[in-house]
């Protein structure tokens, strides 16, 4: 057991934040909010000569042959810059589990595409009705047609389909009843999709495929695949938490140097104690949500059974996030509540990400089965 | 990083565990909440010793195995979980050993480590006082030299475990002239020496969990002062350190935890999603606070003494031990009420004692608002008030 993370670690976080510092400002982040698109080209090829596409895919892809506990630091950097655009879904929403569940050539066509920026991957599983992710309710059909099948189905909360070149779509084989994933090219002709307005300012979609025509060489894996789905969205969880714990990290420094330097009484509120009890309870529950989210990214970088650690990290990091943005906006004062600050880009996160792969009532009935309850 | 247990520390937890268990087969003692604080077994104590399982991390010249503190993780988190009477060695191993260890003489050094390594010196401690408990460094305790001697006069409180001490760790005043801080030191008097007598105090429990202590003119040779004279507090800050380390924090009524769990899927309650929730709430906060106890065994494994760490752990852990005894209660209902010697108790009236005892956990050893204080100042830099 040893808590501290490597030299090599260390020196990735530092690249990290020292380029999403330079390179994701504030004005930045707000104009990637109002733009169309939510990302930009050139950044994402900054990012792509990084390394940080491939960063834990095998070399032989183009890879950086890395672990997950390393992707898992990067995106904790991202979550702490409130980094807009479609890595998220590319790397963990789309390029691990190509990675997991295609064939050789499914892989050698989609990853080296995906790691050298040049392709766009997002997930399309949750539907209308759903209010979480739900797997096992999934309704879209794909009726078998020749050689292949015509999917027919409504998606929703899509994050990047509208920039995205492939979508990994998850539907019901007929008449099998079997859940299974395709490859789908986003920019079909029977594929519509919209823009939702979200809280977070990211971009997910309302994805409707009408009759799109997919071979059995677009199927990842065989049909049956929902135990593989139920993984994908597990990670998903993870990598969230993660994201969520570079979130966190940052609002808690930002409210601990405000509270050293606004002086109300002829002195620093942050010499008050009911203050800094406050800030306590939120450097506890940063600690308490980073190293439950570590063990959990730990695990699954080493491939250990972890349902039971994911979950208590994503239930504790739904509720303890809002603790803390609930205390941050509290010891921030009215400056909190305003566009002016920045505050505001991590709180409405914050909530999205709670939402995300799963709140905490459901992952606390996760952690309630692996009780033997 | 590496949240895993090598190969040997696994087989260490797992030799642990069939020692307990045997034990318990045995009859030589029923699990039991508190049992690290409470569980009076000289017995055990001495079958602990045995096996090189207490002073487990200090040097082998001094009695101890020279092993890792997260072998030392791995011991106590076992002791908790099977809730064994380890009461009689727990502060001696935990941190007077320590203090000596860290502090003492060599003389101090080769008399108490290998004894109380043994299972054979008990310690209680003599920091509070009725005027002093927070703000400890208001301490009234007086040392007076006297040729080769120092005279102790005053009162301790809230000393646990005194009543089997043979020795206890007191702080008292060695110059009154100095700042609060700067005139305290640390003795090792034994509890028996003339002088010393002891009134006991009952808990809301109904246990007889603490004792006031009385010093008149108790004589204590020079060389049982721990350290530099004067420099008690600073040492008494670092023990505390070590004496807020512990997984007894979030682990102390673990057999409560255990005994819920298994009552709701044998009752069935396990179907209802209110139970489901609130037993599932408990693990998270449960797991959450254990790898806040892991981050400060990881941190003295790295060579530092854990201070604002373990001041987090240990708030937040004593927190959960209320909210465990409440949603206990909460799941049993009426039977909650039943207390152990009722007739129908459930769960051997663990509810209620905890319920009853968990108020007390986020006073000792530094309350849940000077322990926060303390993150504030020393964690998050803070400024004072």
């Known amino acids: ?373 | 990083m590496d949240f895993g247990f090598t190969e040997d520390q696994e087989r260490f937890r797992q030799e642990v565990r069939s020692f307990l268990e045997d034990e318990i087969r045995r009859g030589e003692w029923e699990p039991a909440c508190d049992a690290w604080i409470q569980g009076f077994d000289p017995e055990f104590t001495k079958r602990v010793a045995q096996r090189g399982w207490i002073g487990l991390t200090w040097p082998p010249e001094y009695g101890g195995q020279g092993r890792s503190h997260v072998d030392r993780l791995i011991l106590t988190e076992e002791m908790l979980r099977y809730g064994a009477p380890a009461a009689c060695h727990w502060f001696g191993d935990r941190q007077v050993g320590g203090a000596i260890l860290s502090f003492g003489s060599e003389e101090l050094k080769k008399e108490f480590l290998p004894r109380i390594a043994g299972g054979e010196a008990y310690f209680g401690l003599g920091m509070s006082e009725p005027g002093a408990g927070s703000d400890l460094a208001s301490l009234q305790t007086r040392a007076v030299e006297d040729g080769d001697y120092y005279v102790i006069n005053g009162q301790k409180t809230w000393t646990s475990c005194a009543y089997f001490a043979h020795y206890i760790d007191v702080y008292a005043r060695t110059d009154p002239e100095a700042p609060k801080h700067r005139g305290i030191s640390e003795f090792i008097v034994d509890a028996g020496s003339p002088g010393v007598s002891r009134i006991p105090m009952t808990d809301i429990t109904g246990t007889e969990a603490w004792s006031d202590l009385f010093f008149d003119n108790v004589r204590v040779h020079k060389k049982y002062l721990i350290g530099e004279k004067n420099r008690g507090f600073y040492q008494v800050l670092h023990q505390l350190d070590y004496e807020r380390s512990g997984m007894e924090r979030i682990m102390g009524n673990y057999p409560l935890f255990e005994a819920i769990v298994q009552y709701c899927r044998e009752s069935k309650l396990s179907r209802d999603p209110v139970i489901r929730s609130k037993l599932a709430r408990l693990q998270v906060e449960f797991e959450v606070g254990r790898l806040l106890g892991y981050r400060v065994t990881s941190v003295m494994e790295e060579g530092r003494t854990p201070n604002w760490e373990s001041a987090m752990s240990k708030a937040y852990s004593t927190e959960f031990e209320k909210r465990l005894a409440n949603v206990a209660m909460e799941i049993l209902g009426l039977y909650g009420q039943l207390m152990p010697e009722s007739r129908l108790v459930p769960l051997r009236g663990m509810a209620p004692h905890s319920y009853l005892g968990s108020k007390g956990y986020s006073l000792q050893a530094g309350t849940t608002e000077i322990l926060k204080n303390i993150v504030a100042l020393r964690g998050l830099g803070l400024p004072g008030s």
């Open chain 1, 1 to 373: 057991m040893k808590l501290k993370l490597s030299e090599e670690q260390e020196m990735l976080r530092i690249a990290a934040r020292d380029f999403l510092a330079d390179k994701c400002p504030r004005a930045f982040i707000k104009q990637m909010e109002e733009s169309e698109t939510g990302y930009s080209r050139e950044m994402w090829q900054e990012m792509v000569e990084l390394g940080w596409m491939g960063l834990a895919f095998p070399e032989k892809y183009g890879g950086g042959d890395m672990g997950f506990l390393d992707l898992a630091l990067l995106l904790e950097e991202m979550g702490r810059a409130c980094l807009p655009g479609p890595f998220f879904s590319t790397v963990v929403l789309g390029g691990l589990p190509i990675l997991d569940m295609g064939s050789e050539e499914q892989k050698e066509r989609y990853l080296p595409a995906a790691i050298r920026g040049e392709k766009i991957f997002s997930l399309a599983l949750t539907e209308p009705g759903h209010r979480n992710h739900e797997p096992a309710a999934i309704t879209t059909e794909a009726t078998p047609e020749g050689d292949g099948y015509i999917i027919n189905g409504t998606k929703l909360f899509v994050p990047d389909a509208h920039i995205a070149d492939y979508l990994l779509c998850v539907a019901r084989t007929k008449p099998a009843d079997e859940v299974a994933v395709f490859m789908v090219n986003a920019r079909g002709p029977q594929i519509d999709c919209r823009l939702l307005t979200t809280l977070g300012g990211d971009k997910q979609c309302e994805v409707v495929l009408d009759g799109v025509s997919v071979s059995k060489a677009d199927l990842l894996g065989r049909p049956g695949q929902l135990a593989a789905v139920q993984r994908i969205v597990e990670r998903a969880a993870v990598a969230k938490c993660c994201e969520m714990v570079g979130n966190i990290q940052r609002v808690l420094e930002m409210t601990v140097s405000y509270a050293k330097e606004r002086k109300q009484f002829d002195r620093p509120i942050g010499s008050f104690q009911a203050i800094q009890h406050y800030c306590v309870d939120m450097a506890t529950d940063v600690d308490g949500a980073r190293l439950s989210t570590y063990r959990a990214a730990w695990m699954l970088s080493k491939g250990l059974p972890c349902t039971g650690e994911v979950a208590t990290a994503k239930a504790w990091m739904g509720e303890a996030s809002q603790r803390i943005m609930d205390l941050a906006h509290q010891i921030h004062g009215a400056i909190g509540v305003t566009m002016e600050h920045d505050l505001h880009f991590y709180s409405r996160r914050a909530k999205a990400a709670e939402l995300a792969y799963g709140d905490a009532d459901v992952y606390r009935e996760m952690v309630a089965q692996e009780m033997g309850l």
